[in-house]
């Protein structure tokens, strides 16, 4: 009876997180309360509280599931069966893919700023950066400073930032991408 009531649990906080990200998503998360969170699962907004403590909190597990996301796809892509130097223009690509394909999400991981989850979400952001970073240096053929991941990894951001909002997906911007990728990887070799 109480593995029922667990499976239940981790159903409704599945339900709460799945419509919370389409309200965040289709208004921002200022525009978004616990209440009208609330009303799209169809329970009382002290419901919520059962398994989040504030808007913030759920945010944030959002955008968790989002890195969590992006890094088992920069994960799979390292494991791949390629060359390192394939596979460091695959994260490359995987990395601009992912944020043109969500866009709005994308947006919350890395651009939006707000004072109620920025400490949270830089936690999240700068982990998945580590991973990111440790990634490309294991791939390269040369040692790189720091200062030269970053710099490829704001490329990419740059890139992500600058067709965010003006195309639909990846495929709208590849040959873009790759040609951007390319002349990256020129400047870590």
């Not at 419901?47 to 945010?59: D, P, Q, R, T």
């Not at 866009?103 to 990111?132: H, I, P, T, W």
């Not at 965010?164 to 790759?178: L, M, P």
């Amino acid at each position: 009876m109480s593995s029922h009531k667990s499976n239940s649990r981790e159903l409704t906080k599945a339900l709460i997180l799945q419509k919370a990200r389409t309200l965040f998503v289709e208004k921002g998360f200022q525009e978004v309360s616990m209440r009208s969170i609330a009303k799209e699962v169809n329970c009382t907004h002290g419901a919520l509280y059962y398994h989040f403590k504030n808007k913030a909190e759920l945010f944030y597990a959002i955008v968790e599931e989002d890195f969590s996301t992006l890094n088992n796809l920069l994960e799979e892509t390292v494991q791949g069966s390629e060359g390192n130097s394939e596979k460091l223009t695959a994260i490359f690509l995987c990395f601009i893919e992912f944020g043109l394909n969500n866009q709005r999400q994308y947006e919350f991981m890395f651009v939006a700023r707000n004072s109620e989850v920025d400490g949270l979400s830089q936690e999240a952001a700068f982990l998945s950066y580590q991973k990111f970073a440790e990634a490309v240096q294991a791939l390269s053929r040369k040692r790189l400073e720091i200062r030269d991941i970053w710099s490829a990894f704001l490329a990419l951001h740059g890139f992500i930032v600058h067709h965010r909002g003006f195309i639909d997906n990846y495929e709208e911007a590849k040959v873009s991408a790759e040609a951007h990728v390319d002349f990256i990887l020129k400047g870590l070799t």
